[in-house]
């Protein structure tokens, strides 16, 4: 069966500090990813996604990247943290071109 | 643009009761809308999704329907239980092309009282 991890669970960081958040998928290759972030009060945004290694789609402006080192392996990056960086920020998988989108158990960040 | 409206935010409802959540959609031309359910401080957990094709999609006490027409589709639930008790979030595709890029809704919170 497939399993989607994140880590770390929970992050507290400093603006100004830098950021990676980690996903990693098993039991499945070639499967599409996805980075979503979650803030407070506001719906579920797609951040990026990855049809496969080193190929990442940006769906909105900001200070974060993505990067997509090996099958199965989602990684989120900051050079530099911003207050509004602060949310809950989710890892998706699904097969290609099929249907459903399965998520991680999340990462949550706050940004003091 | 595509954007997806759930009402209310937030329902409670007795233990033992049928209820019946909205999502609606404002682009018609959807390849299909997914279901999904977020317990507090967790991941997505996937439900039920319904193919452009189909009207109804069942699971057990979850019923989703789907009327691309009018841009609806609500999620039946019968006889609701404690364990119940979530955020029920609608998803739709952002383009007919496959799945990569789903919009949300901002979801409903419910809660069912014992």
């Known amino acids: 069966s497939q399993t989607i991890h994140q880590w770390p669970a929970t992050l507290v960081q400093p603006v100004g500090s830098p950021l990676s958040l980690e996903c990693t998928v098993e039991g499945t290759s070639n499967p599409n990813l996805y980075w979503y972030r979650q803030a407070a009060g506001r719906g579920l945004q797609l951040l990026f996604y990855?049809?496969?290694?080193?190929?990442i789609s940006s769906e909105v402006p900001q200070n974060l990247s993505a990067s997509r080192p090996q099958d199965r392996q989602f990684i989120l990056s900051s050079k530099k943290l911003l207050l509004s960086d602060s949310g809950f920020y989710l890892c998706?998988?699904?097969?290609?071109?099929?249907?459903?989108?399965?998520f991680g158990p999340g990462t949550r960040l706050t940004v003091l | 643009k595509q954007e997806v409206t759930q009402i209310p935010a937030a329902l409670s409802v007795p233990e033992g009761e049928n209820l019946v959540l909205n999502c609606s959609f404002t682009d018609s031309a959807i390849y299909n809308l997914q279901w999904f359910r977020q317990d507090p401080g967790k991941g997505l957990t996937s439900l039920l999704l319904i193919q452009s094709s189909q009207r109804e999609q069942t699971s057990g006490r979850l019923n989703a329907s789907l009327d691309k027409s009018s841009g609806r589709s609500t999620l039946y639930i019968a006889a609701s239980q404690p364990g119940d008790s979530a955020t029920y979030l609608c998803a739709v595709p952002k383009s007919n092309f496959g799945n990569e890029k789903l919009t949300f809704g901002t979801g409903t919170r419910l809660t069912i009282i014992p």
């Open positions: 998706a998988w699904s097969q290609r071109r099929a249907d459903t989108q399965y």
């Open positions: 990855s049809v496969g290694i080193g190929q």
